[in-house]
């Protein structure tokens, strides 16, 4: 549960680095992939509080590449090599991402969230843009920040897929 004096989740020191590499990220990487301008969104990076006392920070690239990392310092990652289904997700995360720009603000400070807050930071040439989601409904008046809910929606849901077949593939290896 979050610290009751702080709202904040225990977090374990690998995870902070994971996450901190990942926002921190190298825009140069993708040049070939896709030549990317000033402001063109090239990774997601999303804090995702999940039960009371798990945060995930889902991490996500223009090339399809998606990872997922746990406050307590587990992490499923590799499946974008394997699952089309997640790298189509993810992409389409990324190359989406641009729209909700208007909506952020440019930060250097990559607080983790506080109680049931999503905090969303987009990554750009120009540098990270960080927004927050807020527990609960999304006014229909934020048509971009619903959007934007649904596409990381999907890729979670890509993930969780892409976990569920790869235990099966462990359980069917264990019994043969």
């Known amino acids: 549960m979050p610290n009751r004096m702080t709202d904040r989740y225990n977090v374990t020191q ?7 590499q990942a926002i921190n990220f190298p825009a140069e990487y993708f040049d070939t992939f896709s030549k990317l301008k000033k402001n063109d969104v090239f990774g997601v990076v999303i804090d995702i509080p999940m039960s009371a006392d798990v945060l995930t920070t889902m991490v996500c690239f223009i090339n399809g590449a998606a990872n997922i990392y746990f406050n307590n ?11 089309r289904n997640l790298v189509q997700a993810a992409h389409t995360l990324v190359a989406n991402a641009g729209q909700l720009l208007p909506k952020c603000e440019k930060t250097k400070r990559y607080d983790l969230p ?6 969303i930071f ?25 959007s934007f809910y649904v596409l990381y929606q ?4 890509e993930i969780r897929s892409c976990q569920l077949k790869d235990e099966a593939d462990r359980r069917n290896a264990a019994t043969k």
Do not use: D, H, W
């Not at 506080?114 to 905090?119: A, F, L, M, P, Q």
């Not at 987009?122 to 619903?146: C, D, H, W």
């Open 154 to 157: 999907r890729v979670l849901s």
């Open 73 to 83: 310092g587990g992490e499923y990652t590799g499946a974008s090599q394997k699952y």
């Open 14 to 20: 690998k995870y902070l680095m994971t996450r901190g």
């Open 122 to 146: 987009l990554l750009t040439k120009s540098g990270v843009f960080m927004t927050e989601l807020k527990a609960g409904l999304i006014p229909e008046t934020e048509p971009e920040l619903r």
């Open 114 to 119: 506080k109680g049931r807050t999503n905090k």
